[in-house]
Nanobody, 118 residues
Framework: QVQLVESGGGSVHIGGSLRLSCAPS????????MAWYRQAPGKERELVAS???????NYTASVKGRFTISRENTKNTMYLQMNSLEPEDTAVYYC????????????WGQGTQVTVSS
């Protein structure tokens, strides 16, 4: 069974930065699209950014210019560099991957809390 493990969350002040990481705990043969989602209290989970195995990226409008998604395919690891953080970025951030582990399937991490305060 493959699990995605996130790290790097925490609490910062407005304008601060954090870098999230996501890597599989098991041996994964291949990963296709990977993405970061977030869910704020009382809100639905939303896509923050995604990246294909060829490096094509997509961002939700509210984070463009502030967040950067990247990945290291040799390590099956994904990152989210978050700069100029705002209170509206406060949420639990989830890692997602479409990966091959005997078959193609969708995998999620357990989530990591990001809190931005004044």
């Amino acid at each position: 069974q493959v699990q995605l493990v996130e790290s790097g969350g925490g609490s910062v002040h407005i304008g601060g930065s954090l870098r999230l990481s996501c890597a599989p705990s098991g041996r994964v043969v291949a990963m296709n699209t990977m993405a970061w989602y977030r869910q704020a209290p009382g809100k639905e989970r939303e896509l923050v950014a995604s990246i294909t195995d060829t490096g094509l990226t997509n961002y939700t409008a509210s984070v463009k210019g502030r967040f950067t998604i990247s990945r290291e395919n040799t390590k099956n690891t994904m990152y989210l560099q978050m700069n100029s953080l705002e209170p509206e970025d406060t949420a639990v951030y989830y890692c997602y991957a479409h990966a091959w582990y005997g078959q193609w399937d969708d995998y999620w991490g357990q989530g990591t809390q990001v809190t931005v305060s004044s």
